[in-house]
Every structure is written in C-alpha cells, then in structure tokens.
C-alpha cells in the first residue's frame, strides 16, 4: 500500500453529512482503496466550532475554521462541499475550481442557482464538479442520467424529490390527520425545519427538478420559471376523495419535453396519480424517480431522499469516481449539450383537473358553477359532495374532462369571484402518466 499514488480529500462543513462522509469513509477506506489501487486521505476538515462535540472522531490537527483554507491547499485534490447555502459554498467551490481541483458537492441550492457558472469554471480550468447527493440522497438518479441512459431522449420525468412532504403526505392519508398536526409532528421527529415552507411549498423539489431538467435536456430552467406549489392547502377531504377513487395525492415534479416541438414543461406540485404507479405507494421519507426514454422506456428509481446515511452514501460514491478520474489523468467528463428548449405554453399542456371547493347551500349554485367554467370551454366530468366545516355550506369536489392549463387557470379565477363561492378553490392536476 505505501507505493500506491495518494489522493487527498478535504471537507468543508462537517456537520450531519460531512460527519457521515467521514465516518462511513473511514469505516469502508480499505474496500474502496481495493477497488481504485490507491489511498484515499482525509486530510483536512473546515467547522465553524474547533470545540464542538461531533458524532465522529477527528484529529484537531485536521480541523480549521477556515473553509477556503481547505479549497486552496495545494495538497488537497478533491474538495467536499457540504456547507450549505450560496454565499460561502459558492466561493469555496469557485476557489478550488479555479486551481483545477475536483469539487464534490451535496448542494441544490447552489447548483440550482449557480450550475452554468460553476461549470464553466470547471471547464475552463480543468477541474470537475460532481453533485450526485443534490438530488435524491441516495438514490443515483443523476448518475443514471449522465451515463446509465446516454442512449435516450426523455420526454418524461416526474417523481417524488422531497421526504419531509412524502411523509406528512404518507401520514395524512394512513392516520386520517390534519396537515398542521403531522407538520408538527415531522419538525419534532427532524423531518421538517423549524421553517417548513422551503420544502412544503415545493420550492426544495423545485430546485431539485431544475437539475434534473439540465441533466436530461442540457436546459436550464430556473425556479421562477415553474409553476410551483405546494401542500399546506391539502385536507382530508382531498385524502379521501383520492382514497376512493384509487388515487393518491404526492407532490411530483414533472419534466416533460415534446419531442417534436422541442416545447419544455416543468411543475411542481401536488398531483392526483393513480394506485396502478409505482410512484403513486412510494411512502415515508423515500423518494421515487420515473424516467421515460425513447429507447429504454420507464425505469423507476426508489430510496432514501435525505439523512445522513442516504446522502453520504451519494456523496461517497462522487469520490470515488472522482478518485478514479484523477488517477486516468483527470480526463474531461462528458457533459450535457447546452440547450435552449422553448417552454411549452399554458395552452398547450392538457389534462384533467380536480377542482375542491366550498359553496353556500343553496340552488343554483352548481348551476352558476357549470357556467362558469363553460364560459373558459372546461367541461365538468364528475360532480361529489360532502359536508363542510363552514355553516350552512358544502364541499364540492368537481373534476373536469381534458382541458388545458390555461383554460382551466380562467376557470378557477372566475369561480373564485362568484357569490355563492366560500373561501379559495384547491385545484389539483389528475395525472395521465403513461395511461
């Protein structure tokens, strides 16, 4: 082993997930160094407290406080960045890109907001940027994209990218509870964060699905320009309206391209799919990928989207490859073509809906209703009522024939300013996928 070439490895952040990459690096160095013919050295770790009790044990000659202290040691040829945020994560892997370096990263933030930047620098000086662990934890979905299914066009993509609305979601639907109480029960349990809107109001998928969408389609579409929503409006009502027609309720990001029209579509939101998915009894805090290919067709990735395990399990594996690509020379890896895809229209994207909304009790209303969305050409398929919690009110839960997004969006505007209509209408997509 002493002949063997060295590769250096720093961290920057050793919090729960640097912590895991550590631990599990070590524990499994002799198996890996094996398989690559070299040693692998973890020579260095940036925290924000020298004196801190951590979960793993770490010689205080390896320790600084210093973060770009670890990107810029000539020593150092792999660079993990698990700090978080955009601010100094960014910096550091600018910084150690610069200096030709191989930067492993955990980050869909800064990867979401920052991709075309950092991988020209990696381009332009060499080094290379790997950021399997920034989607999906555990599961390899970007490796797959990147060189499992090279062969295939995909003009689908959906899948669930976000463990702490899963779970609530999961719960909601097994134990009858409202959103409220199990939101506090997942911050309690970890699953959530003291600020939940981050990952329940989507925007954490959201950056995830813009990764994945520059993966499959060389095309960057940043989070503005999704539609974009979340959970918190979810009640029982929807749970087992979806319950009793073989459907469940998760919160999806689609990837759709037109193949012939090159038009690129991506939502985030919670969608009605049928039972008959594998997506649709995915639970907990998994995740699930569905990926169409014009070639392979549906393959279906499954596992744990977060935690320490699933994550350093990700980012490991990102060193490793990087370790293997240093010692071929550092050969350049192939990337996705950049790509403008022109975005697909509202009045172009069709499906049907699930419109839920509160009504006074009293005829004629679901007369004004059926109006109402004729005027946009929205047919009404189905019509079923329940009780409502307001007085001497109704819940309607209407679901539509194929209409458009742009049809229906009119639709649910003009249903909102009717007389008879109590509150904000929740408006749900019913998914076609592959059907």
Known sequence: MSDLPIVNIGICGLGTVGQGVWKHLTRSRATLEARLGARLRLKKASVRSLTKKRGVRVAPTKLTTDPMAVATDP?????????????VAKDVTIAALRLGKTVVSANKALVCGHGPEIFAEARKHGGHYFFEASVAGGIPIIKALREGLVANRFDRIYGILNGTCNYILTRMEREGLAYPVILQEAKALGYAEADEALDVEGWDTA???SIIAYLAHGSWVPTKAMNVEGITQLTQTDIL????????IKLLAVIERDLATDELSVIVAPILISRNKVIANVNEVYNGVSVTGD????????????????????????IVD?????????????????????????????????????????????AKISAATAKFGVSIASVQQSASARANAATLMLTTHETNEKAIRSAVAQLRRLAGVLGEPLLLRIASFGE
């Open 322 to 366: 990087a370790a293997a690509l240093l010692l071929r020379g550092n050969a350049a890896l192939p990337e996705p073509v950049e790509h403008h895809c022109p975005r697909r229209p509202p009045e172009r994207s069709f499906g049907s809906y699930y419109i839920r909304l509160d009504v006074r009790d009293e005829p004629g209303v679901l």
């Open 295 to 318: 070639v392979v067709g549906e393959t279906v990735y499954i596992g744990r989207g977060a935690g320490q395990d699933a994550t350093s399990s990700a980012v490991i594996s990102d």
């Open 75 to 87: 020593s150092i040829q792999i660079v993990c960045e698990l700090i978080g945020g955009t601010t």
């Open 241 to 248: 309206y979806a319950r009793a027609n073989d459907l469940a």
């Open 207 to 209: 950056h995830k699905a």
